[in-house]
């Protein structure tokens, strides 16, 4: 049992570069989301998709791109790298239910030098 | 204005005794959830309990129990038993109803509490 996995859960990446953040799920979840963690900010929404093919903003969205061709798969693009995106990155899913419990990947510690 | 409050940054508490995590929260809408997530050093966030607004009981998963009053729009975490690996950030969250498509939850910035032995 997986679950939902994140890669890579380590990055160093340098200003200006792009980087993708990979998110898998195997719960066939309709909904996941992009979450960033900073201190003294708590938990950020930065992107969420109720299903394959449909996005939407998040509080936190400028910067990033996220798609979601498959229902698994819900990578987290930085297009040009910033200082202020060094943050931890949090991908979560969960299904349509009375409860909406968002269940969370292990993170990916992101800097950018 | 801040929806979800976390007053208390840092707790201690002895080892095998109960400790509470306070966490208030704001929301005119009568349909909504609360939950509460633990996240140790090791950095997952881990699902703890949930609590809905029309629920006649508090919430318990085993040593976790959620004090539920609405008429104060608290919400805390009872930790009985603590152990040392509760140790831990605690984050409280809110979801409300007419959150829209998005369903998305509202957080708290969390208390971090040490168990000592």
């Known amino acids: 049992d997986a679950g939902i996995t994140q890669s890579p859960r380590y990055k160093i990446t340098e200003t200006g570069r792009q980087v993708t953040l990979m998110c898998h799920q195997t719960?066939?979840?309709?909904?996941m989301f992009w979450y960033r963690q900073d201190l003294g900010h708590g938990l950020r929404l930065i992107y969420y998709s109720a299903a394959a093919d449909i996005t939407d903003k998040g509080e936190v969205p400028d910067g990033y791109v996220v798609s979601r061709s498959k229902t698994e798969n819900f990578p987290l693009t930085l297009e040009s790298a910033t200082r202020s995106q060094t943050s931890v990155y949090f991908c979560?899913?969960?299904?349509?239910?009375?409860?909406?419990?968002?269940?969370f990947g292990p993170g990916t510690r992101l800097t950018v030098l | 204005a801040q929806k979800i409050t976390q007053t208390q940054p840092g707790m201690f508490v002895q080892e095998k005794e109960a400790v509470t995590l306070d966490c208030t929260y704001d929301?005119?809408?009568?349909?909504?959830?609360l939950f509460w997530y633990k996240q140790p050093s090791s950095g997952e966030m881990i699902f703890l309990i949930y609590?809905?607004?029309?629920d006649q009981q508090n919430a318990t998963e085993g040593r976790y129990s959620l004090n539920f009053q609405k008429a104060r729009k608290s919400a805390n975490l009872v930790i009985s038993a603590s152990q040392l690996g509760d140790s831990a950030m605690y984050f409280c969250a809110m979801r409300e109803a007419n959150a829209g498509n998005n369903r998305k939850l509202i957080w708290g910035l969390g208390t971090s509490l040490a168990v000592n032995p």
């Open positions: 929301t005119s809408d009568p349909s909504y959830g």
């Open positions: 979560a899913s969960k299904e349509r239910g009375p409860t909406d419990t968002q269940y």
């Open positions: 609590q809905g607004s029309y």
């Open positions: 719960w066939s979840h309709s909904y």
